[in-house]
């Protein structure tokens, strides 16, 4: 299982960033590029990158996810904001499986092309300084369309009424 490719994050254009200047949109768009390129899995290393410092980083890339209790006054673990897009993005990427599961391929890879389009070395222009932007949706709105629509089609997949939404909006309008 553990085989094949693997995404991480990395530098805009090519890749979303995890950074502190990371966007909603930049840790969701990751399991859906996955998705996208065939991937295995995400690769995401120190997580838990706790030392003296909790905010400072030696490395180029902040793909901390937790945070030691400790520096809000209580014990335990906290998650950061980017697990929580990091979350969104990888329950959407489990529609998405539903809905191939469910033979609604053309479904699925519609959406995966309307909101992820290139990444990596798809990115690049000619040369590989010479990038294209815009790999991927950057309005958070868009991102919220698309659970929903994603939800409406899984659950309409999983167990099918007799009219399905897109039925009802035909009938509607």
């Not at 085989?3 to 994050?9: F, H, V």
């Not at 399991?31 to 690769?43: D, E, H, N, T, V």
């Not at 006054?73 to 929580?84: C, M």
Request: with cysteine; net charge negative; glycine share 10%.
């Amino acid at each position: 299982p553990l085989s094949g490719a693997w995404l991480a994050p990395g530098y805009p254009p090519h890749v979303p960033p995890m950074g502190l200047l990371a966007g909603p949109a930049d840790l969701r768009a990751l399991p859906w590029l996955a998705m996208k390129y065939g991937c295995s899995g995400l690769f995401i290393p120190d997580v838990l990158d706790w030392g003296d410092a909790p905010f400072q980083r030696a490395g180029p890339l902040q793909t901390t996810l937790f945070y030691p209790g400790t520096i809000a006054g209580i014990e335990g673990v906290l998650p950061s904001v980017r697990l929580k897009w990091l979350r969104r993005g990888l329950e959407d990427a489990a529609y998405l499986q539903i809905l191939r599961q469910r033979g609604q391929v053309a479904v699925a890879t519609g959406l995966v092309d309307s909101l992820v389009h290139y990444a990596g070395a798809d990115a690049a222009g000619d040369l590989e300084a010479d990038a294209r932007l815009d790999g991927w949706a950057r309005d958070p709105q868009v991102w919220v369309t698309a659970r929903r629509l994603l939800a409406e089609e899984a659950q309409q997949a999983v167990s099918p009424a007799e009219l399905s939404s897109r039925q009802l909006l035909a009938q509607r309008l």
